[in-house]
């Protein structure tokens, strides 16, 4: 048996934490610079605004209603989810983070255990120790548990959730599960099966594999199918680390200087690393890309990608933001207004694994830089989040320019809440 386990409406579940007088009430999360919503409460939902709808419109079609908004404050997020996995961590087995709101766990062990009875005492935990609503899909595997957990979220009958246990209750969850919600099924493959008159995930489930076969030419299809009919097929180690890792962002404004494009890019790269470390991984390249706004047409347009190897596997925040940058320098071009740019790091594997080349610096570097990183690491977490960073991270004033101009291209975020759990400055104060 396998276990998903999803933070309700995430974002706002996190901000709900620290502004109870927000429950039944709704709100909204921003995406970077405030540009559209990314996430709502069930209240929200209710009243038609939909995802990814403009900030602007928000009062224009919605005036008559009182919408809470908030920034995305991923500082926030992260740590607040990191405490539900912690408590994930003392109740299953086995567990692997999906995502920031999802978690697979692995029951087997378990399956002697009222698996019912362990969900709904694990939401009731995580709702007393923590303050985040959980759903939790139980299931025979993975895509039948994300099933699961679609109706342990939409039902309160279910108190938090669901177990599909039986044939009758796949049967029955199938039958009742659209098809473009299956996990597998992107939206393309989604409108070819509707436009085969296929609706529903038991629809698709009752095919021959070879129907499935002659019409998908893909692996992931064909898993899927044989998950709804009951197989577990989906590695966990598939799953359990990332391949890639990125760290983009659209400008608030536009950028030209390279001084300014490079400061954008040594913070992606910094993120970039730090994500390494924290899941205990090195990548072996990294790549950058930038672009000009594709909407403005009365502009030059330019974009461009580089792939740039690394001589040994780093999570070194120096030695990734040092080729990042000399990644950019390659690409760059001036007389160019830049609206995004973003780091990638690739070719991930465990950090145990290691293994120094002939070009590469001497050992005592190496290990002078990991100490570097975790005393970096230490301070960004018990004072916040950026509290110290490199040279090339920070954003210089120029003459003529005030401060205000200068970060007129930093993030956007007005309605961002403090981080109390994070940050000293931050910490709440009782009257």
């Not at 935990?125 to 957990?149: E, F, Q």
Request: proline letters at 4%.
């Amino acid at each position: 048996m396998y276990g998903i386990i999803d933070c309700d409406n995430c974002y706002v579940s996190c901000e709900r934490v620290f502004r109870p007088d927000l429950k039944h009430k709704p709100v909204v999360v921003l995406s970077n610079n405030d540009g559209c919503v990314v996430a709502r409460s069930n209240e929200a939902k209710k009243l038609g605004i939909k995802a990814g709808i403009p900030y602007y419109q928000l009062q224009e079609k919605f005036p008559r209603h009182q919408i809470a908004v908030f920034s995305s404050n991923y500082e926030l997020y992260g740590e607040m989810t990191g405490r539900v996995v912690s408590l994930i961590r003392q109740e299953a087995p086995n567990y692997f983070r999906y995502s920031i709101d999802e978690c697979f766990v692995n029951l087997k062990k378990m399956e002697t255990a009222d698996l019912k009875q362990w969900g709904e005492q694990l939401h009731r935990k995580v709702m007393r120790y923590v303050g985040m609503p959980i759903s939790i899909g139980i299931a025979a595997n993975k895509t039948l548990a994300k099933v699961a957990s679609h109706f342990a979220k939409r039902y309160a009958g279910y108190r938090h959730c669901c177990f599909i246990d039986n044939e009758e209750k796949r049967v029955k969850a199938l039958k009742l599960f659209p098809v473009e919600d299956v996990w597998g099924i992107g939206r393309r493959y989604a409108a070819r099966l509707k436009a085969m008159g296929i609706q529903t995930a038991w629809d698709f489930a009752c095919q021959k594999p070879e129907w499935v076969h002659y019409h998908f030419h893909n692996v992931v299809i064909f898993r899927t199918w044989r998950e709804l009919n009951g197989e577990d097929c989906v590695p966990e180690e598939e799953m359990a680390k990332k391949k890639s890792i990125c760290t983009s962002r659209s400008f608030n404004g536009m950028v030209s200087e390279f001084s300014d494009l490079r400061t954008h890019i040594s913070n992606y790269a910094a993120r970039c690393a730090e994500k390494l470390r924290q899941e205990g991984s090195v990548a072996s390249a990294v790549s950058v890309f930038i672009r000009t706004n594709p909407f403005r047409e009365d502009l030059p347009q330019y974009e461009n990608f580089i792939e740039y190897p690394l001589y040994t596997a780093t999570n070194s925040t120096i030695t990734i933001v040092k080729a990042c940058t000399e990644a950019l320098e390659k690409i760059y071009r001036p007389g160019f207004q830049y609206k995004k740019a973003g780091v990638i790091v690739m070719q991930t594997s465990p950090e145990d694994a290691i293994q120094t080349t002939l070009f590469d610096m001497d050992a005592d570097q190496f290990d002078k830089l990991k100490k570097l990183d975790r005393v970096l690491d230490k301070i960004n977490k018990v004072n916040g989040t950026e509290t110290v960073v490199l040279g090339s991270q920070q954003y210089a004033l120029r003459s003529g320019k005030g401060k205000a101009e200068v970060f007129a291209n930093v993030i956007k975020h007005e309605f961002r809440s403090p981080n109390p759990t994070t940050r000293w400055n931050d910490i709440i104060r009782l009257k």
